[in-house]
């Protein structure tokens, strides 16, 4: 048998020039099997990349369907060598290998079972690093991703510390990037690679150059690459022993060095031998530029993409006019004053620049510089905008609903389809009107979906009368996202079981009534009708147990809003019904000894409970717990040992609602006032009854006087230190109220005084104005 053609071509991920040597390289070489760089176990679904209606950028979720958490995103844009590769083989009838570690085997691995720890490695590795280079290049490293290391991307972020400042043990190519006077190992290869597209020999210097690299650092590898480069090892060994004649290996750069069949025979087998195997499933997911970047987090990611795809599919002479004349139209839809001209001058700049820096072309830097010289005038804000869509990108990819998915993603995206939601990389809008059937099911998708923690869409609030019938959303779908819909999958096979299931298990979790309530108030909104008995019912057994009133206070207003905008989006509310009827009497009971004996900070919590149930029993209209309610307020109001801040605000809830009369609240206000009562619980007494407004003092002048009195009466020293305290209680006051109550009180001082009544002291009470001023911040 004739000895196999043995081509290896070490790649950068997602490099634009790597794709074009690489498509070259194939065509001139025309192997009969290419074997790449990825995971075994995906070789399946890798062989669905060709379908026409599977546009990139996507990625290959390979996951664990007993423990989802353990998965891996492998994503694939237009210009990455390996989707290249996968069409070409495709157009000429070659075979296609993956050759990597299969997932099933790296997700068993413990942290143990991986040998040195890679801290240890990145010691090591750098101490070589340093010693090399300390007299030789600047120390200094900027923020790049080694362009060899493996493409897939683990289900977790890079911390700070190694986005920020990566070691020549996570990017070798740093070393030579530093040789050769750069900071940044990105962009020299990007300068000396990437701007060559398209020459076949381009991968022999990229072996020799790794090579020797690898020759010169000598840095250790964790037990992870050794086992995968193992890997790869063998299943090259195995492919050439099944009589191909030509033989293609894509790889990243960094591994083709060593991946040679007559290297470390007898090692592979006992590194590879017994290894443990979990079970693993592969499927399609959309993915994005922003999360193909550097933005992103992720260390497999490229800095520009939208940049890098317009290298990669205009010829090399016009791609910098393509990409100054969308820069210039984009400016121009944004109102911004950029005209042909403006381009012309932007291009002429970005070949200036890349002269003096000694460039053959200009590269993405140039441009935006040249951009925000020309375009933006010196600045770079204007030029957000365009880094944002022409560098980074905004592409979202798609997936056809005929390749492999579990049930839940199958039925999520036939409603996506059917309700006409299509998922988008960008922030959009949604107003749903919940009077029309169809946003009403939109409202209802979605939340379903919050339910199993899968936040596509971020409801905002809606103000005014309005809001009983229309909701409205930001959505916004992330890749990660695909992950959440797998995970949700062990809830049920569609949206509304699985959204029904996980309502009940948290049902069944919670611990206070607060929780469930508003949990049943999300499940009636996602319409969860399998799931409403079931939470009902664990609501009258905590309710029945519970005996804290600020856990009934917190409980009553999720399910104030459900029987009150119930026949809206036409949910049975008669269950909920019975629970607020044995809710609101226990709720009244209690309130008066909940109020009692409290300091400020802890009366301030209870007071924004007590003004949100005060809301929700106006919003019920139900006479009965109304009059249970006020009566409760007034025994709030009545009882010496309820907190000022507490006690006032009853007072004020009660005049609001017409269940006190003016000339009662005056009583209630000077008794409060009284010289007899400590200042402390008279200022914390005025905060709670101005509360929010000071229309109280505008429209009924003797609560204004009482006021007036009790703070003309106030010694020095005391009005000094409560000024601090009083002006809580005018904080919230709009800027017309202020100015009316300070017109009032400059009207009293003014006015004359008859000669019949009592001398008054005009000296002494101009006094207070300034006083007066500082407190109503006017």
């Not at 200094?140 to 020549?168: C, H, K, M, Q, Y």
């Not at 809206?568 to 009692?596: K, S, Y």
């Not at 000339?663 to 006032?673: H, I, N, R």
């Not at 619980?681 to 009482?706: P, Q, V």
Request: a negative charge; hydrophobic letters at 45%.
């Amino acid at each position: 048998m004739p000895t196999p053609d043995l081509r290896l071509f070490g790649i950068r991920h997602h490099g634009p020039g790597s794709a074009a040597s690489l498509v070259a390289a194939l065509d001139a070489f025309r192997p009969d099997i290419v074997l790449l760089e990825c995971p075994a176990d995906a070789e399946a679904a890798l062989a669905t990349a060709t379908h026409p209606e599977l546009r990139p950028p996507v990625a290959l979720l390979v996951y664990n369907p007993k423990q989802q958490g353990q998965a891996s995103f492998l994503p694939f844009a237009e210009f990455s060598p390996e989707w290249q590769a996968v069409q070409w083989c495709a157009r000429n009838g070659a075979h296609v290998r993956c050759m990597d570690l299969p997932m099933n085997l790296r997700f068993a691995f413990s942290k143990e079972e991986l040998g040195m720890k890679n801290e240890e490695l990145l010691l090591q590795t750098d101490l070589l690093a340093i010693e090399a280079t300390e007299t030789e290049a600047p120390t200094e490293t900027g923020a790049a991703a080694e362009p060899d290391s493996s493409f897939f991307i683990p289900n977790s972020s890079l911390s700070e510390a190694e986005r920020e400042a990566p070691s020549v043990a996570s990017d070798p190519v740093a070393y030579i990037a530093r040789l050769a006077g750069y900071t940044d190992s990105e962009q020299w290869w990007e300068t000396h690679l990437e701007h060559a597209p398209g020459h076949a020999d381009t991968f022999a210097v990229v072996l020799d150059m790794m090579t020797a690299l690898r020759e010169e650092l000598r840095r250790p590898e964790t037990e992870e690459t050794l086992l995968r480069e193992a890997f790869m090892r063998e299943t090259l060994r195995a492919t050439l022993a099944q009589g191909y004649p030509r033989v293609a290996v894509v790889c990243g750069a960094w591994h083709a060095p060593v991946l040679q069949p007559d290297l470390f025979k007898k090692e592979d087998k006992a590194r590879l031998k017994g290894l443990k195997k979990v079970p693993t499933e592969t499927t399609w997911i959309p993915w994005t530029y922003e999360r193909l970047s550097f933005s992103s987090g992720y260390g497999a990611g490229v800095l520009s993409p939208a940049w890098y795809e317009l290298l990669f599919a205009q010829p090399r002479a016009e791609v910098l006019t393509h990409w100054m004349v969308r820069a210039t139209r984009l400016l121009r839809g944004q109102d911004v004053d950029a005209s042909s001209a403006h381009a012309i001058e932007g291009v002429r700049l970005a070949a200036a620049l890349a002269a003096v820096r000694g460039l053959a072309l200009p590269g993405i830097d140039e441009l935006q510089e040249a951009a925000v010289a020309i375009l933006g005038g010196g600045y770079a804000e204007p030029l957000e905008l365009v880094h944002k869509e022409l560098v980074i990108g905004v592409k979202l990819g798609e997936v056809p609903a005929g390749l492999p998915a579990t049930p839940l993603q199958q039925d999520l995206a036939q409603q996506q389809k059917t309700l006409r939601l299509k998922p988008e990389a960008l922030a959009k809008p949604l107003d749903l009107d919940l009077r029309q059937p169809a946003q009403l099911d939109r409202s209802h998708l979605l939340h379903r979906l919050r339910l199993l923690d899968i936040n596509w869409g971020e409801p905002e609030e809606v103000a005014g009368k309005s809001g009983t019938f229309h909701e409205i959303w930001t959505l916004e779908w992330e890749p990660e996202m695909a992950l959440a819909v797998i995970e949700a999958g062990r809830w049920g096979n569609t949206v509304l079981a699985a959204a029904a299931a996980r309502a009940t298990a948290r049902a069944a979790e919670a611990t206070s009534l607060e929780a469930v309530s508003t949990l049943l108030e999300d499940a009636l909104r996602a319409d969860l009708g399998p799931a409403i008995p079931a939470l009902v019912a664990r609501l009258e057994t905590i309710g029945a147990d519970t005996r804290d009133v600020t856990h009934l206070l917190a409980a009553l207003p999720p399910l104030a809003q459900v029987l009150r905008y119930g026949n809206v989006r036409r949910t049975d509310t008669a269950q909920v019904t019975q629970v607020v009827h044995q809710l609101v009497p226990r709720l009244c009971i209690g309130l008066p000894a909940a109020c009692a004996g409290l300091d400020y900070d802890a009366a301030k919590v209870l007071l924004e409970r007590i003004e949100a149930t005060h809301q929700a029993i106006r919003l019920l209209q139900n006479d009965a717990h109304e009059a249970d309610w006020y009566a409760a307020l007034a025994a709030v109001q009545r009882n010496a040992a309820t907190n000022g801040l507490l006690a006032g605000t009853a007072a004020r809830l009660l005049f609001d609602a017409q269940q006190a009369s003016a000339e009662a609240t005056a009583t209630v206000l000077g008794l409060a006032l009284a010289p007899a009562q400590p200042t402390d619980y008279a200022t914390a007494w005025i905060e709670g009854f101005l509360r929010g407004s000071g229309l109280l003092l505008i429209h009924h002048r003797e609560l204004f006087d009482l006021l007036d009195t009790w703070l003309s009466e106030l010694q020095e020293e005391t009005f000094r230190e409560i000024v601090p305290l009083l002006r809580r209680a005018f904080t919230d006051f709009s800027l017309p109220e202020r100015r009316q109550i300070m017109e009032i009180a400059s009207a009293d001082a003014a006015a004359p005084v008859a000669a019949s009544e009592v001398d008054f002291d005009w000296e002494r009470g101009a006094r207070v104005l300034p006083g007066l001023r500082e407190l109503l911040g006017v």
